[in-house]
């Protein structure tokens, strides 16, 4: 692929596919004209005659593909009414350049949230075709092969083509209603840049991740859920500097150089999730007061864990899942009111969690919490227990310099 191309490629993809679903109606049609599109610019581009801002370019051709495609296959029934209009017209799509409107990814992410589809289908689809993260990743995150995955998206695409509902940004409560969904796939694409720092990919995803966290709440101003989101993202990636040591090595919280954090992204952060806690007790209201308090702590050890502890209560009662299960646990262990041979019972006894996807960062933080009983051979047990459940090259450095460190 030409360069110019491959660039408007990995950064406005998505921004291109959403503008061109929401002129649809379909993702199943944009997306095949988005490809056609793509296409035909590079073959411009080869002549020579390349367009001078290939995104908005794209985005024009591939709206006018779609309107070739639906005179050609009658379709126009099930098509967006827009659509309809434009192609019962030959001149109805401005011969102009596309202008975004910065809005387009995130009206991609509410459209595919469709109601008729599964909670896991419409986040695999907002994932794979708005955040552009693959299928066999998306699969990874939602515990099921690629194999499935790829499967369930086609037939998903298939039945938001013959669906009667069609989704508009100027319709309230369908953005409402929505947005919940929105805002785990924007969490979800974060935590996949974050989780992986070395990734060549990583810190777009995350920077794309803000973005769309500041859409939404620009748009749903008054959720004070899209205000934690955007709170929890902005604190976690101010961090970020101190993440990796100068080796490209991970590097603990315990041990990170707070000086590197940026702290206007932090001040930012800490307001939103003020305002945030002030409101709503939702799910990432509590993540961003915790990522909070962890932010206005000077160093590690002055880190309210009481406080941490008790926003965790308040998660797991919400959101139990695994990693808010294992979260919970590392910060009672570190709760002076609870202390870490308690955390240790409890971690025991959720077995589930030392099961499947989860099983690795289980035994990594039963370690934790046996060094801090001062029980150096289990915590080398557990270790290895991790180690040769985890695949990440970083993770699996970082947990064998923890068992050298172990074993002087």
Request: aromatic share 4%.
């Given at each position: 692929?030409?360069?110019?191309?491959?660039?408007?490629?990995?950064?406005?993809?998505?921004?291109?596919?959403?503008?061109?679903?929401?002129?649809?109606g379909d993702?199943?049609?944009?997306?095949?004209?988005?490809?056609?599109?793509?296409?035909?610019?590079?073959?411009?581009?080869?002549?020579?005659?390349?367009?001078?801002?290939?995104?908005?370019?794209?985005?024009?051709?591939?709206?006018?593909?779609?309107?070739?495609?639906?005179?050609?296959?009658?379709?126009?029934?099930?098509?967006?009414?827009?659509?309809?209009?434009?192609?019962?017209?030959?001149?109805?799509?401005?011969?102009g350049?596309?202008?975004?409107?910065?809005?387009?990814?995130?009206e991609?992410?509410?459209?595919?949230?469709?109601?008729?589809?599964?909670?896991?289908?419409?986040?695999?689809?907002?994932?794979?075709?708005?955040?552009?993260?693959?299928?066999?990743?998306?699969?990874?995150?939602?515990?099921?092969?690629?194999?499935a995955?790829?499967?369930?998206?086609?037939?998903?695409?298939?039945?938001l083509?013959?669906?009667?509902?069609?989704?508009?940004?100027?319709?309230?409560?369908?953005?409402?209603?929505?947005m919940?969904?929105?805002?785990?796939?924007?969490?979800?694409?974060?935590?996949?840049?974050?989780?992986?720092?070395?990734?060549?990919?990583?810190?777009?995803?995350?920077?794309?991740?803000?973005?769309?966290?500041?859409?939404?709440?620009r748009?749903?101003?008054?959720?004070?859920?899209?205000?934690?989101?955007?709170?929890?993202?902005?604190?976690?990636?101010?961090?970020r500097?101190?993440?990796?040591?100068?080796?490209?090595?991970?590097?603990?919280?315990?041990?990170?150089?707070?000086?590197?954090?940026?702290?206007?992204?932090?001040?930012?952060?800490?307001?939103?999730a003020?305002?945030?806690l002030?409101?709503?007790?939702?799910?990432?209201?509590?993540?961003a007061?915790?990522?909070?308090?962890?932010?206005?702590?000077?160093?590690?050890?002055?880190?309210?864990?009481?406080?941490?502890?008790?926003?965790?209560?308040?998660?797991?009662?919400?959101?139990?899942?695994?990693?808010?299960?294992?979260?919970?646990?590392?910060?009672?262990?570190?709760?002076?009111?609870?202390?870490?041979?308690?955390?240790?019972?409890?971690?025991?006894?959720?077995?589930?969690l030392?099961?499947?996807?989860?099983?690795?960062?289980?035994?990594?933080?039963?370690?934790?919490?046996?060094?801090?009983?001062r029980?150096?051979l289990?915590?080398?047990?557990?270790?290895?227990?991790?180690?040769i459940?985890?695949?990440?090259?970083?993770?699996?450095?970082?947990?064998?310099r923890?068992?050298?460190?172990?074993?002087?």
């Amino acid at each position: 692929m030409n360069i110019r191309i491959e660039d408007a490629f990995r950064t406005d993809a998505g921004r291109i596919l959403g503008a061109v679903t929401a002129y649809t109606g379909d993702l199943e049609l944009a997306e095949d004209a988005v490809q056609e599109a793509f296409a035909r610019a590079i073959a411009q581009e080869n002549a020579g005659e390349g367009p001078g801002n290939p995104a908005a370019w794209i985005t024009t051709a591939a709206r006018r593909i779609a309107v070739d495609t639906i005179r050609r296959e009658r379709t126009a029934a099930r098509a967006h009414p827009r659509l309809v209009a434009d192609a019962a017209s030959p001149d109805a799509v401005d011969p102009g350049e596309f202008a975004f409107t910065g809005d387009e990814r995130l009206e991609l992410i509410l459209t595919v949230c469709h109601p008729e589809l599964g909670e896991e289908t419409r986040l695999g689809l907002a994932l794979r075709f708005a955040c552009g993260i693959p299928t066999r990743d998306v699969a990874s995150m939602l515990l099921v092969t690629e194999s499935a995955m790829a499967a369930r998206l086609t037939r998903a695409k298939r039945h938001l083509h013959e669906s009667s509902i069609r989704f508009a940004m100027t319709d309230g409560r369908q953005v409402a209603e929505r947005m919940p969904d929105a805002l785990s796939v924007i969490s979800l694409m974060f935590t996949v840049g974050y989780d992986a720092p070395a990734r060549a990919e990583a810190a777009q995803l995350c920077a794309d991740a803000i973005e769309l966290a500041r859409d939404a709440h620009r748009i749903r101003s008054d959720d004070p859920e899209a205000a934690g989101l955007l709170a929890l993202l902005l604190l976690t990636h101010a961090r970020r500097p101190a993440r990796l040591d100068p080796a490209g090595e991970l590097v603990e919280l315990a041990a990170a150089d707070r000086r590197r954090w940026d702290v206007r992204m932090l001040a930012e952060g800490e307001l939103l999730a003020t305002r945030a806690l002030t409101v709503g007790t939702g799910r990432f209201a509590l993540q961003a007061g915790i990522a909070g308090l962890h932010a206005i702590a000077a160093e590690w050890e002055h880190t309210d864990w009481d406080a941490i502890a008790r926003l965790y209560e308040g998660l797991v009662d919400l959101w139990p899942s695994p990693s808010s299960r294992l979260a919970r646990l590392v910060a009672r262990g570190h709760a002076p009111a609870i202390g870490p041979e308690s955390a240790r019972l409890e971690l025991d006894a959720d077995e589930a969690l030392f099961r499947g996807t989860t099983a690795a960062q289980a035994f990594a933080v039963r370690a934790e919490l046996d060094v801090q009983c001062r029980d150096p051979l289990s915590a080398l047990t557990d270790l290895h227990e991790a180690l040769i459940r985890t695949e990440d090259p970083a993770v699996r450095r970082h947990l064998e310099r923890r068992i050298s460190a172990l074993t002087v």
